[in-house]
Nanobody, 116 residues
Framework: QVQLVDSGGGLVQPGGALRLSCAAS?????????MSWYRQAPGKQRELVAS???????NYAGSVKGRFTISREGVKNTVYLQMNSLNPEDTAVYYC?????????WGQGTQVTVSS
């Protein structure tokens, strides 16, 4: 089973940037079928933001395409979400998810607030 720890959230002004980290333990991130970032804003359903497969194929929600980038680092066994040109609509709790062999594991979430 893989354990995930999310970090990197905070308060940022519109137009700013943040990088979220998802540190995994118990299994190499390169052996996990899909690593994803989701987010959940108050009163809304959790939605997929970005994902990366074990083969390195990435996918993005339309609302973040061109602004967010998902990447992986093997030495730290960590998945990142680089978020640029943030706007207030990006305010949410962001969660990392590992999906493999039909099972999911989630991080605890990290709050991102975009406000002036």
């Amino acid at each position: 089973q893989v354990q995930l720890v999310d970090s990197g959230g905070g308060l940022v002004q519109p137009g700013g940037a943040l990088r979220l980290s998802c540190a995994a333990s118990g299994r190499s991130i390169f052996s996990i079928d899909v690593m994803s970032w989701y987010r959940q804003a108050p009163g809304k359903q959790r939605e997929l933001v970005a994902s990366i497969t074990s083969g390195g194929v990435t996918n993005y929600a339309g609302s973040v395409k061109g602004r967010f980038t998902i990447s992986r680092e093997g030495v730290k066994n960590t998945v990142y979400l680089q978020m640029n040109s943030l706007n207030p609509e990006d305010t949410a709790v962001y969660y990392c998810r590992a999906f493999t062999s039909g099972s999911s594991n989630w991080g605890q979430g990290t709050q991102v607030t975009v406000s002036s």
